[in-house]
């Protein structure tokens, strides 16, 4: 049977996942529970229903499609089926389906569309997630497609799967995104619920191949978005990763999770993480360059994120 994933969102002519115009492809499933998810309806690898309680015209039409009776804002999680009937029927998209099965053909034929851009532009694919590492099998299939079809790929990831599952996509990926949050093992932990060692061991891994590295650090007031951070984050590039990295880019916050969080009801509660960062403000611009020279002044690359 062929190797299907759930992807949960393509975004077209995409111009921060990498280099030149680039399709960014979402797997849904997650291994982390981070405190400040920007996609929560990534974090189950199965589809998901959300509701917008703001769309909402009341008409009903939603319970009288589903084979369970679930009222529009009171779904179950546990017993609904994610058939997606419900959200067939909704008038005002209030009801939403995260998450459809694709194979790799399937996948490639729709990315393919784009591949004029991706000529024109030193673009691409992008897979991400969720993590987009769980599905490893079918990313190599689809990334192998990719290299077929001439087309640049990158992954970005958290880096907390298997070794044995980065070796098998490898191969095929032009580019990692890769993820570092904090340094240290223990807040790594409490922040999202895993241990890091895995992740820095399998970063130095993907240097030692000699792989194209991206460092992507998410800023995220008051958890990794402080000075002695960013030291301790250039102490391991410099001490375990050498100068094989491209650059590290810096992704200062913003606050369209929040958003998300606020409108969906799906969002609160059940077993997605609580959103923890309700009134967090972005990094302003003095700051951000002083994180910025940490890394300047150790001689690695940055970028750092339109402010
Ligand atoms: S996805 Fe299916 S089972 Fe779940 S609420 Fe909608 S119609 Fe009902
Ligand atoms: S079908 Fe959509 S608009 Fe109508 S009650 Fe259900 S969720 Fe609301």
């Not at 959200?87 to 490639?108: T, Y």
């Not at 951000?288 to 690695?300: A, C, N, P, T």
Request: one cysteine or more.
């Amino acid at each position: 049977m062929e190797d299907k994933a759930v992807v949960f969102d393509i975004k077209k002519f995409a111009i921060h996942d990498g280099p030149g115009i680039r399709t960014t492809v979402f797997l849904k499933g997650c291994p982390l529970s981070c405190r400040w998810c920007q996609n929560p309806e990534s974090q189950d690898a199965r589809p998901e229903i959300s509701f917008f309680p703001h769309l909402c015209i009341g008409c009903g039409k939603c319970l009288a499609a589903c084979p369970l009776s679930q009222p529009a804002g009171q779904v179950d999680r546990e017993l609904c089926l994610r058939c997606g009937k419900c959200a067939e029927v909704c008038p005002g998209e209030a009801r939403k389906l995260a998450g459809r099965a694709f194979g790799a053909e399937e996948l490639i034929d729709e990315v393919k569309k784009d591949k004029l851009f991706f000529d024109n532009s030193g673009g691409g694919v992008t897979v991400s997630g969720g993590e987009p590492m769980l599905q490893a099998g079918f990313l190599r299939g689809f990334l192998k497609l990719c290299r077929i079809n001439g087309i640049h790929t990158a992954i970005d990831t958290c880096g907390y799967a298997a070794w044995e599952d980065f070796e098998k996509v490898a191969e095929y990926t032009d580019l990692f995104l890769y993820d570092i949050k904090v340094t240290d093992p223990a807040r790594h932990l409490e922040y999202t619920g895993a241990d890091n060692g895995l992740i820095l061991q399998n970063l130095a891994g993907l240097a030692d191949l000699k792989k194209n590295i991206i460092i992507r650090i998410p800023l995220i007031p008051g958890y990794t978005d402080s000075p002695s951070d960013m030291e301790e984050t250039a102490a391991f590039i410099s001490g375990r990763l050498g100068r094989r990295i491209v650059r590290v880019e810096l992704l200062p916050y913003n606050r369209l999770a929040e958003a998300k969080y606020a409108q969906s009801s799906i969002y609160r509660g059940g077993s997605f993480a609580p959103y923890r960062l309700e009134g967090a403000e972005p990094q302003g611009t003095d700051y951000l360059l002083k994180l910025r020279g940490v890394f300047e002044r150790s001689g690695i690359p940055v970028f750092l994120e339109a402010m």
